[in-house]
């Protein structure tokens, strides 16, 4: 089975910087894409950004110049950057990634539980 695990979040001023960290286990399986979604407050899970395993980004227009996803494939791991933060970025971010289990010769998608990130003055 997979796990992911969080770790980063906290409150920040506006303008201020947070890195989010995404450790994946399950020693099994290969992790494709790697990335983060949030949901703000009475809002949807929206997508904020993703890698694949190649290293090639997307990223949410509300983010683009501000955050900066990246990984560590020989640790299973995604980090995200978020600078410039403003109060609208204050949300729960979760973490996913499609893994690939060659047990099963498929692919599931798994999430993290969610960190906090708190943006306010």
């Known amino acids: 089975q997979v796990q992911l695990v969080e770790s980063g979040g906290g409150l920040v001023q506006p303008g201020g910087s947070l890195r989010l960290s995404c450790g994946a286990s399950g020693s099994r399986f290969s992790f494709n894409t790697m990335g983060w979604y949030r949901r703000a407050p009475g809002k949807e899970r929206d997508f904020v950004a993703v890698i694949t395993s190649s290293s090639r980004t997307n990223y949410a227009d509300s983010v683009k110049g501000r955050f900066t996803i990246s990984r560590d494939n020989a640790k299973n791991t995604v980090y995200l950057q978020m600078n410039d933060l403003k109060p609208e970025d204050t949300a729960v971010y979760y973490c996913?990634?499609?893994?690939?289990?060659?047990?099963?010769?498929?692919?599931?998608?798994?999430w993290g539980q969610g960190t906090q990130v708190t943006v306010s003055s």
């Open positions: 996913r990634t499609t893994a690939w289990d060659p047990l099963i010769s498929s692919e599931y998608t798994y």
